[in-house]
């Protein structure tokens, strides 16, 4: 073989290496085919990984199959040149299609081969397939020089390790697609759960702002206007509007994920979280909020409000029936030696959540795993919550730690980068 056609098929080989599928793959190779031979058409057969009594064939006539999958599958056992190069592992040339006793002439007659090489594509000593390049219709037949068939087979014994990468990406592709799938899934769940602790809650409050401003506008129905009309007015107006502002709260709750972040007052939005979940604390726990700072974050308000109420009902459910809920909002700024004292945490200025409980504190081993997804210490308890707190903060660019000991309660702490 001439340096000329060795620097032709070396210089289709950094294609190959930068294919990233099936079309890259065959165009790669009709390209090849084309600049080292007279032959313009150039198909793949492989052998079925997960079915070695098939071949998978891609690229026929230029016919591309998107993916591993869609390839057109045929059995060796009724193509007599795919068992012949499976036996001798060298090229088998057919120069006329149309008189070779192992031909299928039906087939031939409906495709119009005219010649058809078969070059082994083996990988580690072992025959993987073949390179399939021939003539058609008036093209005639072709019969291949001893220089074309050592190209041919040269550039044959790349196509192995690329269609391996190859389909190991797609196979990455594939579980990315199915993982974002599942993610979404997830998100959706979490919603569902959320929204399912705070329905009673809500429908509670609902009832008694409903029932504020229907029995004002009942009392105004019955007696004539007076001074105290506009008051009463404006007590209904007030209670119709909370409505309204519950309701969407609760409709945000359960919409998709749109991650629109803003600058907020993050005690702003643990005023509107305590209101959204109070209905669902019972009347025996105390729940405060402590101002020690008025920090400013950047965040999706849905998302961080999210995070809240799950920290704010996995403190109820620790406390029980009686007990206190202290939040308290504040700044902190991470140096060398605070940062190794938290897990988790790293240099810089961040806001933070403190939610403690009065509840019976965690174990050394539980704090290694509460922010684990499905781990769960209650009864019928989903281990989504704290991993929920977790992820919306790990998106936020931000961090969460934990400290407890058994018998002496637990903070949780949300830390968000400071503005």
């Known amino acids: 073989m001439s340096a000329q056609s060795i620097q032709r098929v070396l210089a289709h080989s950094g294609e190959l ?16 085919v084309r600049d080292v031979s007279r032959y313009r058409t150039a198909w793949i057969a492989l052998l079925d990984p997960e079915n070695d009594a098939n071949v998978r064939i891609i690229g026929v006539q230029g016919s591309v199959p998107s993916t591993w999958l869609n390839a057109l599958v045929i059995p060796i056992g009724g193509d007599q040149m795919i068992q012949e190069i499976l036996r001798g592992g060298v090229p088998v040339v057919v120069e006329d299609a149309r008189i070779d006793p192992r031909t299928n002439k039906d087939i031939v007659a409906q495709v119009g081969n005219r010649t058809i090489i078969n070059v082994p594509i083996t990988l580690g000593g072992s025959i993987r397939g073949a390179l399939g390049i021939g003539s058609f219709h008036d093209e005639g037949v072709i019969a291949p020089t001893p220089e074309e068939l050592e190209a041919l ?14 389909r190991a990406l797609e196979e990455r592709d594939r579980v990315i697609a199915e993982s974002k799938v599942l993610e979404q899934h997830l998100r959706s769940l979490e919603r569902v759960e959320l929204m399912g602790v705070l329905a009673a809650g809500v429908a509670h409050d609902m009832n008694n702002l409903l029932s504020v401003a229907m029995l004002t506008i009942e009392g105004m ?7 105290d009309d506009a008051s009463a007015l404006a007590d209904a107006s007030r209670a119709l509007v909370k409505m309204r502002d519950i309701s969407r709260q609760l409709l945000t709750l359960g919409k998709p994920d749109e991650s629109i972040r803003r600058a907020v007052d993050l005690n702003t939005r643990v005023q509107s979280t305590l209101e959204l979940v109070r209905p669902s604390i ?31 009902l996995n403190a109820r459910d620790a406390v029980g029936q009686s007990g206190t809920i202290t939040l308290q909002v504040d700044e902190r700024n991470f140096d060398d030696a605070l940062v190794s004292q938290v897990p988790r945490s790293r240099l810089g200025r961040f806001a933070r959540v403190r939610v403690s409980d ?34 919306i903060t790990e998106q936020h660019q931000g961090f969460v730690a934990v400290e407890s000991e058994p018998g002496h309660g637990a903070s949780f702490e949300l830390y968000l980068p400071a503005l």
């Open 358 to 391: 009065t509840g019976p504190g965690l174990s050394a081993e539980l704090k290694e795993k509460v922010f684990d997804p499905l781990f769960t210490t209650k009864p019928r308890g989903t281990g989504l919550g704290l991993a929920v707190v977790s992820r």
């Open 282 to 312: 019972p009347r025996g726990v105390k729940v405060v909020h402590e101002h020690r700072g008025a920090p400013r974050v950047e965040a999706d308000s849905v998302q961080l409000e999210q995070a809240l109420a799950n920290l704010v």
């Open 221 to 227: 129905s019955k007696e004539r206007l007076g001074a």
């Open 17 to 32: 290496q930068r294919a990233r599928s099936l079309d890259d793959l065959i165009r790669v190779a009709n390209s090849a």
């Open 153 to 166: 087979t040269l550039f044959a014994t790349q196509l192995a390790p690329a269609f391996d990468r190859i």
